[in-house]
C-alpha cells in the first residue's frame, strides 16, 4: 500500500500539479489501484472523473471509459491530452470516427501508448470492437453517469443495461461504477445490474453549504419576476432552465427586450449556433443562458451564481443536478424554482403515453419533486433525506440557506397525530403507498383499499378530523424524521422502523409545519414580487378605489370606465408616480394615463412620501415586439373599416383571439370606431339596449351582462359593444 501512496502524490503532482487530494479522492484510487470493485457516489464538482483518471495514467494497459455524452468525451480527451506529450494517451471511440481514425486508435491501444479509452455504451456492442479489446491488456471498466443503467435514474439508457454482459467478455477485469447523483434505490439498481454488490461504495456528503434553495409560486407574472430578480443580480452569471424549446425562446426573447444579455440553448439549434451561445456564455460575452436540460452536461463554470427553474424538473435528481451548476467555487449560489401544479398535471399527462412501467416510476418521481416543493420543512434536510443521508439543520453546515428556515411556518403539536399514523402503517402490514396511508386514515375508499378490505377495519377514517393535506405534510415529515421509511424493494411502499416503534411505545413531542399552499392566481396584474407576501397594497388599494368612484361619478360613468381592477391592483403593487410609470401598469395605455391618471399619480406619490414606501425597483417589463406589431395592424385596419374576419385570418387569429386583442387596445385607451361592424349585427335599438345596460351596470363582466339579456344576444356580440361602449365612453 505504502508505495502506491508515495507514487499517487508524486503521479497527482506530476499529471495534474496539485499537492493533495480532494475529499475521498486518495481513498477511491487506492481502491482501483487494489482491483477492487468500486461504486463512487459523489456530487458534480467533487473532481469524480480524477478518480479514474489518474489510476489509467499510472497502471499497465488501457482503461476503457463508458459515457453517455458524447461532447463530454471530447472534453476529457482534450483535457488529457493536455497533461502530455504524446497525443494518443487518450483516445475516442464512438460512431463519428473514419475508418483511417479507427486504425489509428487501434495501433495506439496495442502499442500501449493509450492509457484512456472512451467509449459510447453502443459502440461497446459492436463485435469487431469486443473482439480486439479481448486481445489487449485492460486495467479497469470505468462506467461514468452510472444512474443511466436505473430505470430509477432521471437519465436512464436502455443502452446501459447490455454493460454488464459486455464487460463479462473482456475477462475479469476490476468495475468502476460513478454517479454524481443517486438515491438508496438507484444505488442497489446499479450495483445488482452490474453485477457488483461486493463493490466498495465510497460516498461523499451532498450538501451544498453555499447553495441557498428557494421555491415560489409559479403565477402569469413569472417573466417580470425573473426580469426583477435578474436585475437585483447585475453582471451575475446565471442559468435559467424551461422544460420546453418554445419555452427557452420566448423567455429569452423577452431577457433581451428588456436589456438582460441571455441567449436560448436547445437541442433544436443548429451544433455551430449551441456551441457559439455555450461559448459566449462560458466567456462571459453574456450573463444569462435559458436552456432545456441538454445544456450544462459538459459545463464548468465555476462561478455560476443563479439557477432559476422555470418549470419544476421531473424529479429531484435532475432539479440537484441542475442546480449544482451553481456555485461551483464556493462562492453564492441561488437556486430558486417556479412551482404550479398545473405545470405537475401537465408533466403527468405527458407520462400517461408511456409504458405503464415507465409511467409508474415517473408518477412516483414526480410525486416526490411535488413533496419536495410543498413541504415546509428545511429544503436541504429533506433533499439529502431523498439522498440518504441525515442533516442536522440546527447545527448543520449551510443550515439557514433556505426559504422555509429563514421565514417559518407555524408548527403546531402532533404527538397523538404522528402516533395515529404509526399505527396505521403497522396494522396495515407495510403494504401501502403514501396516499393509501393517508386514505385509511381520513376514510376514503379506493380499489387498493377495497381489494384489501381495509375499509372493514376499526382505524379505517380514525383520522377524519384533519384533511388529506395535513396528513400527507405530517406523513412527509415523519419519513425525513425516520419514524417511516420507504421500502427499496417495492419503491414506495411506507414501512415503519425500529425508532417508529419505539416513538407509539414512549410517544415525544414532535413539532409540525403545515404545508405550503401554492394557489395560482390567474391575473398577472395581482402578482408582483415587490413584496415577499406578492399581495397589493391594501391600504392603498382602498384609497384608489374611492378615487376611482369619485372620478367616475364626476364624469358621469361607471368605475370601470375609469381603470379596472387589475390596473388599481397593480397601481397598488407598483406605486407609480409619474405619467409614464402609469402607463406601464396593467391595462393603462397612454390614452387612458393622460386622460385619468394626473388625479392618481398625484394620491399615489403623497401615500408613498408619507408612509416612507420603498418603491419595487423602476421596474418595466416591455413585452416582445410581436405583439405591439398585431395591435398596430389591428387599428389601422379598422380605421380602413375592413372586415374583422378578414383582420383574423390575415394575422392567423380566431375571432376569439381577435376580440381579446381588441378588448387590450381599448381598455389601455385607444379608441376604436368599430360601430361599422356592429351596425351589420345589431340594429339601433339593440345598440342602444346594451349600451344602456353597461352605463348603469356596476361591472362590465360579459358572464353578468349574458345572464340578465337572457340569451337575447350572444357572447361575441355583447363583447364587441362592450368595446364600442368603452371605446365612445371612456377614450
Known amino acids: 500500500m505504502n508505495s502506491y501512496e508515495i507514487d499517487i ?43 479514474y483518471q489518474l489510476p489509467a495514467l499510472v497502471q499497465e494497459g488501457t482503461a476503457i471509459v463508458v459515457s453517455p455524452l458524447i461532447a463530454l468525451m471530447k472534453n476529457q480527451v482534450d483535457a488529457i491530452r493536455s497533461l502530455s506529450s504524446e497525443n494518443g494517451i487518450a483516445h475516442v471511440l464512438n460512431s463519428s470516427l473514419t ?97 457488483m454488490v461486493d463493490a466498495t461504495t465510497y460516498k461523499a456528503s451532498f450538501n451544498r453549504p453555499n447553495l441557498y434553495y428557494e421555491v415560489r409560486t409559479k403565477t402569469k407574472n413569472i417573466e417580470s419576476d425573473i426580469i426583477r430578480f435578474i436585475k437585483l443580480h447585475k453582471g451575475k452569471s446565471g442559468i435559467i432552465y424551461c422544460l420546453s424549446r418554445k419555452k427557452v425562446e420566448a423567455i429569452a426573447e423577452v431577457l433581451q427586450v428588456n436589456g438582460i444579455s441571455a441567449v436560448p440553448y436547445h437541442a433544436g439549434l443548429d451544433a455551430k449556433t449551441r456551441a457559439k451561445h455555450q461559448d459566449m456564455f462560458l466567456m462571459e460575452d453574456v450573463d444569462v443562458v435559458v436552456a432545456t436540460i441538454a445544456f450544462g452536461m459538459g459545463i464548468d463554470k465555476p462561478d455560476v451564481r443563479f439557477v432559476i427553474h422555470h418549470d419544476i424538473p421531473k424529479s429531484l435528481e ?77 447545527t448543520g453546515d449551510g443550515g439557514d440557506m433556505d426559504d422555509n428556515v429563514r421565514n417559518p411556518k407555524m408548527k403546531i403539536e402532533a404527538k397523538d397525530q404522528v402516533v395515529k ?40 377514517g380514525s383520522g377524519s378530523d384533519h384533511d388529506e393535506k395535513y396528513w400527507m405534510a405530517l406523513l412527509r415529515q415523519v419519513l425525513v424524521d425516520g419514524l417511516l421509511s420507504k421500502d ?24 409540525m409545519s403545515e404545508d405550503h399552499e401554492y394557489n395560482e392566481i390567474e391575473d398577472e396584474a395581482i402578482v408582483t414580487a415587490a413584496k415577499s407576501s406578492g399581495v397589493a397594497d391594501e391600504v392603498l388599494m382602498v384609497m384608489l378605489r374611492d378615487l376611482r368612484k369619485k372620478t367616475a361619478k364626476r364624469l358621469g360613468v361607471p368605475p370601470f370606465v375609469v381603470f379596472q381592477d387589475p390596473s388599481l391592483e397593480d ?82 387569429l380566431t375571432m376569439d383571439a381577435l376580440i381579446a386583442e381588441m378588448e387590450q387596445i381599448v381598455n389601455s385607451g385607444t379608441k376604436l370606431n368599430i360601430k361599422y361592424w356592429i351596425d351589420e349585427m345589431l340594429d339601433d ?35 364587441l359593444m362592450r368595446i364600442k361602449f368603452i371605446s365612445e365612453v371612456a377614450n
Open 488 to 511: 427499496i424493494e417495492t419503491y414506495g411502499v411506507v414501512k415503519i422502523t425500529k425508532k417508529g416503534l419505539d416513538f407509539i411505545k414512549k410517544p415525544s413531542s414532535f413539532m
Open 571 to 652: 397601481m397598488a403593487l407598483k406605486y407609480p408616480i409619474t405619467i409614464d410609470e402609469l402607463i406601464n401598469t396593467h391595462g393603462v395605455g397612454e390614452g387612458k394615463a393622460k386622460k385619468y391618471g394626473k388625479e392618481f399619480i398625484e394620491l399615489i406619490s403623497h401615500y408613498v412620501e408619507e408612509n416612507e414606501i420603498i418603491r419595487p425597483d423602476d421596474l418595466v417589463v416591455k413585452s416582445t415586439g410581436a405583439n405591439s406589431i398585431n395591435k398596430l395592424y389591428i387599428i389601422q385596419n379598422i380605421d380602413r373599416k375592413l372586415p374583422l374576419n378578414d383582420i383574423a385570418s390575415a394575422k392567423g
Open 318 to 394: 435532475s432539479y440537484y443536478q441542475e442546480t449544482g451548476r451553481a456555485g461551483r467555487d464556493g462562492g453564492e449560489g441561488h437556486c430558486m424554482a417556479y412551482y404550479s401544479y398545473k405545470d405537475v398535471e401537465k408533466l403527468e399527462k405527458f407520462l400517461s403515453g408511456k409504458p405503464v412501467a415507465e409511467q409508474e416510476i415517473g408518477f412516483a418521481l414526480l410525486q416526490e419533486v411535488v413533496a419536495y416543493a410543498e413541504t415546509s420543512m428545511s429544503r436541504r434536510k429533506f433533499l439529502l433525506h431523498y439522498f440518504g443521508e441525515e442533516f442536522d439543520n440546527e
Open 685 to 719: 335599438d339593440q345598440q342602444e339596449e346594451i349600451h344602456d345596460y353597461f352605463m348603469e351596470s356596476h361591472t362590465d363582466n360579459i358572464e353578468e351582462a349574458l345572464k340578465e339579456f337572457d340569451g337575447d344576444y350572444d357572447i361575441d356580440e355583447l363583447r
Open 421 to 460: 399514523l404509526l399505527e396505521v402503517v403497522r396494522d396495515t402490514k407495510h403494504i401501502y403507498k403514501s396516499k393509501e396511508v393517508v386514505f385509511t386514515l381520513i376514510g376514503r375508499v379506493n380499489a387498493v383499499i377495497k381489494a384489501h378490505r381495509t375499509d372493514s377495519q376499526t382505524f379505517f
Open 99 to 195: 475508418k483511417t481514425e479507427i486504425a489509428q486508435v487501434k495501433k495506439d491501444i496495442s502499442s500501449g501508448l493509450t492509457k484512456l479509452l472512451y467509449v459510447a455504451p453502443e459502440s461497446l456492442t459492436k463485435e469487431e470492437y469486443i473482439n480486439f479489446l479481448q486481445t489487449v491488456p485492460i486495467s479497469f471498466v470505468a462506467i461514468d453517469e452510472a444512474h443511466c443503467i436505473s430505470e430509477w435514474g432521471h437519465d436512464f439508457r436502455p443502452e446501459y443495461r447490455n454493460l454488464k454482459h459486455i464487460i463479462k467478455q473482456l475477462g475479469s477485469v476490476p468495475i468502476i461504477g460513478l454517479t454524481a447523483t443517486a438515491t438508496p434505490k438507484v444505488q442497489e439498481d446499479i450495483l445488482k445490474n452490474l453485477d
Open 9 to 51: 502524490h508524486k503521479e497527482l503532482k506530476k499529471y495534474f500539479g496539485f499537492n493533495q487530494f480532494k475529499g475521498l479522492q486518495e481513498q477511491v484510487i487506492k481502491s482501483i489501484l487494489n482491483k477492487e470493485n468500486t461504486f463512487v457516489i459523489m456530487p458534480t464538482g467533487g473532481g469524480k472523473s480524477l478518480c
